[in-house]
Structure formats: C-alpha cells, structure tokens
C-alpha cells in the first residue's frame, strides 16, 4: 500500500463528500459531475487496492488475521462508492446526494483505518 496515494484518496473522498453534502442542503440531486468524479475516487482506490494485494504477496511477513483484516478493509474500501452509487441512482433527489455523502465519508474512514491496519501490522 502506498500511504501517500491513501492519503489522497481520503482526501479526496472527504472534499467530494462534503460537495455533495452542500448539494443535498441546497436541495440538488447528484449530478453527472458527481459521479464522474466518484469514478475517479474509485479508479484511484482499485489501483491502491491491487497495489496493497500484490505487496501483501511480494512482501509477506504478516500474520495471518492482519492480512485478512487489510484484505477484508480492501475489499470494502473498492464496493463502498459502487453500492453508494447504485443506491444513489435510485433516488434523484436530494437524497440521492445525502446517500453519496455519506458514501464518501465511509470511504475515507475506510482508508484511514486501512492504512492504519497496514502500518501497525508492517514487518
């Protein structure tokens, strides 16, 4: 895992939360802008997810509840904007944006914890 491309996914994820936070308080529905940028966000945790993979392979020296703790975080860091999304596109309306921004903040507690997971468990 590369901490510093987390750190600009979380980042990312907590602007584009509270963009669409700001979007639902003034009665907006997502937007297309909303979920170009979220497939942004997604593309950029899909690589920092397979790059975590493919260090936890090449690197080893973890045991074996840490791996599966970070592969479990993985796994819910890269289906959290997708279901948010799904959901979010059922409902067009404001709370359509509600649904994306709270996506959004799970998304960056998802990588903080992740990263967190990562560091303490490193050889």
């Known amino acids: ?39 942004g966000i997604e593309v950029a945790a899909l690589v920092q997810a397979v790059i975590a993979v493919v260090l936890l392979i090449v690197q080893g020296g973890r045991g074996t509840g840490a791996v599966a703790e970070i592969v479990g975080y993985l796994v819910a860091v890269v289906i959290t904007l997708p279901i ?15 649904v994306l921004a709270i996506a959004g903040f799970t998304l960056a507690v998802l990588v903080l914890r992740t990263t967190q997971v990562w560091e303490a468990t490193r050889v």
């Open 84 to 98: 948010g999304a799904a959901l979010a596109y059922g409902e067009r309306t404001r709370y359509g944006s509600v």
């Open 1 to 39: 895992m590369i901490i510093a491309i987390a750190w600009v996914i979380g980042v990312a994820a907590l602007a584009w939360a509270l963009w669409c936070a700001v979007s639902a308080v003034l009665d907006q529905a997502p937007t297309y802008w909303h979920r170009v940028t979220l497939l």
